[in-house]
């Protein structure tokens, strides 16, 4: 599998669906939002029981939902929100659903080489529409150039954290035995 293939519409409609659903960020969360949509998960830790330790730590920690609970980002990769499991779920119910999520999302991680470059050449593609949604500060705007420079994936920023505290993993939406099976749990 190779990267997502987007275009200037795909892109321009991913932005428009989150300023719809976040209208409080910066361009650093565009910036992870283009990174997401090319990559998904990639970069995650391939290792079944961390990751499923760390989905469960998070949904007994997190107490806001973060929403949308289910996000298309692009035609690959999609949020899946960790309010879909609850804390109170019964015990059995809530293993189920973890360990439900955590077989999608190690089935959705691709080994790739070094994004860093590639995501270089996305950027500029696609950084002037960015841009054009969001006439930030211009200080904001270096900070996610220089990321794209050094070819980091970035958190998202303090202003994203503090209006939507989000708590969720990344799948690909075309891994359908696995959205069907979550989805029958939820």
């Given at each position: 599998m190779?990267?997502?293939?987007?275009?200037?519409d795909?892109?321009s409609?991913m932005?428009?669906?989150?300023?719809?659903?976040?209208p409080?960020l910066?361009p650093?969360d565009l910036?992870?939002l283009?990174y997401?949509?090319?990559?998904g998960p990639?970069?995650?830790?391939q290792d079944?029981d961390?990751v499923f330790?760390?989905i469960e730590?998070?949904?007994?920690?997190?107490?806001l939902?973060?929403e949308?609970?289910y996000?298309?980002?692009s035609?690959c990769?999609s949020?899946?929100?960790?309010?879909?499991i609850?804390a109170?779920?019964e015990?059995?119910?809530?293993?189920?659903?973890?360990?439900?999520?955590t077989?999608?999302l190690l089935?959705?991680?691709?080994?790739?080489?070094?994004?860093?470059q590639d995501?270089q050449?996305?950027?500029?593609l696609?950084?002037?529409l960015?841009f054009?949604?969001?006439?930030?500060?211009?200080?904001?705007?270096?900070?996610?150039?220089?990321?794209?420079?050094?070819g980091?994936?970035p958190?998202?920023s303090q202003t994203?954290?503090?209006?939507?505290?989000p708590?969720?993993r990344l799948?690909?939406?075309?891994l359908s035995?696995h959205?069907?099976l979550?989805?029958?749990?939820n």
């Amino acid at each position: 599998m190779r990267i997502c293939e987007l275009s200037a519409d795909i892109v321009s409609q991913m932005v428009e669906d989150e300023l719809k659903h976040h209208p409080h960020l910066e361009p650093v969360d565009l910036y992870k939002l283009l990174y997401q949509a090319l990559y998904g998960p990639f970069h995650i830790v391939q290792d079944y029981d961390q990751v499923f330790r760390a989905i469960e730590a998070e949904v007994e920690q997190s107490s806001l939902c973060y929403e949308p609970i289910y996000q298309e980002l692009s035609p690959c990769y999609s949020r899946v929100s960790l309010a879909y499991i609850q804390a109170d779920d019964e015990p059995q119910l809530r293993q189920s659903k973890i360990t439900c999520l955590t077989d999608w999302l190690l089935e959705s991680c691709v080994a790739l080489p070094d994004v860093a470059q590639d995501f270089q050449r996305q950027w500029k593609l696609y950084r002037h529409l960015l841009f054009s949604v969001l006439p930030a500060n211009p200080e904001t705007w270096q900070k996610a150039d220089c990321l794209a420079r050094a070819g980091k994936l970035p958190s998202h920023s303090q202003t994203f954290h503090q209006h939507y505290q989000p708590h969720y993993r990344l799948v690909n939406k075309n891994l359908s035995k696995h959205y069907q099976l979550f989805m029958e749990f939820n």
